[in-house]
């Protein structure tokens, strides 16, 4: 890292795709404050792609630390790094004190976050963390106000594709861009209770491919989705040739490009499903053991589906009660019910 002219801003990311996109409007408000500030983001690899998608990142800086060590020495050897590139605050969206220290140790004056893991002198400015919870946009987007202020209208999260990425990923997928494109995102990196049945999704593809034979469902997500994706395939029976198992296959920033040209997203509560609101999608989010309200999808055409049972939201990884109800009984019909229009709309 070189060093740089003039005062910058640096945001250190959270570690999960769909926080960082949910973090994007503190970006747009920090730049507006201070539009002569580049904004730097530091981000694990996993999570960068996301951010260079965003319109006011200068420059994205990779993360070179392990998950979980605290590896002191190394934090404090990338502080010396930072130092010289001039920040003049920095913004910690991670609850961490490991995270908190990189900032403090690179001597940068104004440290803003929340309360977290009470980090007390490390964090400067700091926000107390929210009992009940507020939804993650303006929680983020609270940070470039004073702790004490008033809460204000918050923009939502937008990504960005070009026409040039957009072709590159079709082409690189299989995909035919000139013909319908659904997108799926059957997995779900917080455990196997946010996933919607492998059935229930093959079943819809199947719905999709006999109201358009021209379709093509692209099913998108991580290595470790790969699997999960397959069963889908499997469960789609005669609409099986126009699905694509994309798991693993594509990188991020291509995910990001095929969600762009998707003419809709139907999504587990995923990173993915909320690239798709920050791109403006149709987007079905469908919700089990986690809270909607939480983190909604807010594209300008969205529904989220949620059974409501009495034991949820229970958020945990695997159902307690062993049975998932509150996913199994979200039945293929009505997801499609509620696709339909949104397939019928214009572009």
């Keep these: 890292m070189s060093d740089l002219a003039g005062p910058r801003t640096l945001v250190i990311s ?3 795709i769909g926080d960082a996109v949910m973090a994007q409007p503190l970006l747009r408000l920090l730049r507006a404050a201070h539009p002569e500030r580049p904004i730097d983001v530091l981000a694990p690899p996993s999570v960068a792609p996301v951010w260079r998608q965003m319109a006011e990142v200068d420059e994205v800086l990779e993360t070179p630390f392990r998950h979980g060590p605290l590896q002191l020495r190394e934090r404090w050897r990338y502080a010396r790094q930072l130092r010289r590139r001039g920040y003049a605050a920095a913004y910690v969206l991670p609850n961490t004190l490991k995270y908190a220290l990189i ?13 977290g893991e009470s980090r007390y002198g ?25 702790p004490d202020a008033a809460p204000q209208t918050v923009p939502r999260p937008a ?42 999704f093959g079943a819809l593809a199947q719905a999709i491919v006999a109201a358009d034979p021209q379709a093509q ?13 397959a069963e889908v395939v499997q469960a789609a029976g005669p609409a099986a040739a126009a699905v694509h198992n994309l798991a693993g296959a594509t990188r991020l920033a291509e995910a990001v490009a095929l969600i762009a040209q998707a003419g809709a997203v139907v999504s587990n509560d995923s990173g993915l499903l ?8 149709p987007v079905i989010a469908i919700y089990g053991p986690t809270d909607p309200g939480h983190a909604p999808p807010f594209s300008d055409i969205a529904a989220s589906i949620s059974l409501r049972l009495e034991c949820a939201p229970c958020r945990q990884r695997e159902c307690p009660l062993g049975h998932q109800d509150c996913m199994q009984k979200i039945a293929p019909a009505q997801v499609w019910q509620t696709l339909q229009p949104m397939l019928a709309s214009p572009r």
Excluded: T
Aim: with cysteine; hydrophobic share 45%.
């Design 122 to 146: 490390l964090i400067n400015v700091m926000h107390f963390d929210d009992v009940p919870p507020r939804p993650m946009v303006p929680f983020y987007a609270a940070l470039a106000q004073a």
């Design 159 to 200: 990504l960005q594709a070009s026409g040039e990425q957009i072709a590159a990923a079709c082409a690189r997928a299989g995909l035919d861009p000139q013909r319908p494109i659904v997108a799926f995102a059957p997995g779900a990196e917080f455990g196997s209770a946010k996933r919607w049945p492998a059935g229930h």
């Design 103 to 115: 900032p403090w140790l690179a001597g940068i004056r104004q440290r803003v976050g929340y309360k």
């Design 217 to 229: 469902i692209a099913l998108l997500g991580s290595p470790k989705d790969k699997e999960v994706c």
């Design 14 to 16: 959270p570690n999960w």
């Design 274 to 281: 909320h690239i798709a609101s920050a791109l403006n999608r």
